[in-house]
């Protein structure tokens, strides 16, 4: 729940105000875009696994669904229900690729995680 409240108050709040010697760095967002949904995905997947239940290939490919619809939840509300931002298909674009990123490393490194946290018991 954490990382949803840090999502929606990351794009739903207004800009915050840049500093005029703080350099641009071009499409940063978008990165950050693929960190925030990535990073969803891949805590759903740990709570999942953490939980007793397996990560077989159908829970990390609904994970990956259920974080894509709210990641085009998430541009529909900046579009419609904001004022200071816009909705962007390329920001729901990269938080695909951020979702996709995850589906693929993620439970490996989830494994390793509890693996290393089980031996140290």
């Known amino acids: 729940m954490i990382v949803v409240a840090v999502i929606a108050y990351a ?3 207004e800009n915050p105000p840049v500093p005029d010697d703080m350099p641009v760095i071009p499409h940063i967002d978008k990165l950050i875009h693929a960190i ?3 990073g969803l995905a891949g805590a759903v997947m740990f709570d ?7 990560l077989a ?3 990390v490919v609904a994970v990956c669904l259920g974080c894509a619809v709210a990641g ?6 900046q579009a419609f229900l904001t004022v200071r931002r816009a909705g962007d298909v390329w920001d729901w674009v ?7 990123v995850a589906a693929f490393t993620a439970p490996s490194a989830i494994g390793a995680v509890l693996a290393r946290c ?4």
């Open 36 to 38: 925030m949904f990535g």
């Open 118 to 121: 089980r031996r140290k018991r």
């Open 48 to 54: 999942i696994r953490r939980s007793g239940k397996v």
């Open 57 to 59: 290939k159908g829970t």
């Open 94 to 100: 990269a938080d695909c690729v951020g979702i996709a």
């Open 11 to 13: 794009t739903i709040a």
């Open 72 to 77: 085009a939840a998430d541009e529909l509300v």
